[in-house]
C-alpha cells in the first residue's frame, strides 16, 4: 500500500497531532475541519452557517492542494452541536457540492473542539 502524509499550507494548522489528510491508493482520507480562518487561526466571525462555510472552505483547501476537487469527495461525516442548525448547515452544504451528492452521515455530538458547532470531513476517490 502506498501512503502519503498530506499538509496544506492554505488550510488552517492542525490543532493536533494530526495530518490534513492521508491519501493511500487512490483514496484522500480528509481529517475533520473545523471553522478555523487559516491566516489567523480563529474561528470564523459570524453564526453557523459562516462557520459550515469556513469549515468546507478548508476542505477544498486541502482537497486542491492534495489534487482532488469537491467532486471526487464519495462521503461526507458532519459533526453538529446543535442539531437545530441541520437545516441551515444543511442549505451550505448543498450549495458547496451543488448538484454532486456524496454518501452523507450527520450526528449531533456533546461538544467540538474549541466549542465550534460544525466539524466535517469527508473521504474523496480518484477515478
Same mark, same amino acid.
Request: hydrophobic share 40%; with cysteine.
Given at each position: 500500500? /502506498?501512503?502519503?502524509?498530506?499538509?496544506?499550507?492554505?488550510?488552517?494548522?492542525?490543532?493536533?497531532?494530526?495530518?490534513?489528510?492521508?491519501?493511500?491508493?487512490?483514496?484522500?482520507?480528509? /481529517?475533520?475541519?473545523?471553522?478555523?480562518?487559516?491566516?489567523?487561526?480563529?474561528?470564523?466571525?459570524?453564526?453557523?452557517?459562516?462557520?459550515?462555510?469556513?469549515?468546507?472552505?478548508?476542505? !477544498?483547501?486541502?482537497?486542491?492542494?492534495?489534487?482532488?476537487?469537491?467532486? !471526487?469527495?464519495?462521503?461526507?461525516?458532519?459533526?453538529? /452541536? !446543535?442539531?437545530?442548525?441541520?437545516?441551515?448547515?444543511?442549505?451550505?452544504?448543498?450549495?458547496?457540492?451543488?448538484?454532486?451528492?456524496?454518501?452523507?452521515?450527520?450526528?449531533?455530538?456533546?461538544?467540538?473542539?474549541? !466549542?465550534?458547532?460544525?466539524?466535517?470531513?469527508?473521504?474523496?476517490?480518484?477515478?
Amino acid at each position: 500500500m /502506498s501512503k502519503k502524509i498530506i499538509f496544506c499550507d492554505k488550510a488552517p494548522a492542525a490543532i493536533g497531532p494530526y495530518s490534513h489528510a492521508v491519501e493511500a491508493n487512490g483514496m484522500l482520507f480528509v /481529517s475533520g475541519q473545523v471553522p478555523l480562518v487559516p491566516e489567523t487561526g480563529e474561528i470564523v466571525e459570524g453564526g453557523i452557517k459562516e462557520q459550515a462555510k469556513q469549515s468546507l472552505s478548508n476542505i !477544498d483547501a486541502i482537497l486542491k492542494g492534495s489534487g482532488y476537487t469537491k467532486y !471526487d469527495v464519495v462521503k461526507a461525516t458532519i459533526f453538529m /452541536s !446543535d442539531m437545530n442548525e441541520f437545516g441551515i448547515v444543511n442549505e451550505v452544504y448543498g450549495e458547496y457540492f451543488e448538484s454532486h451528492k456524496p454518501a452523507r452521515a450527520c450526528v449531533q455530538v456533546a461538544r467540538l473542539p474549541k !466549542d465550534v458547532g460544525v466539524e466535517i470531513e469527508v473521504i474523496a476517490v480518484k477515478e
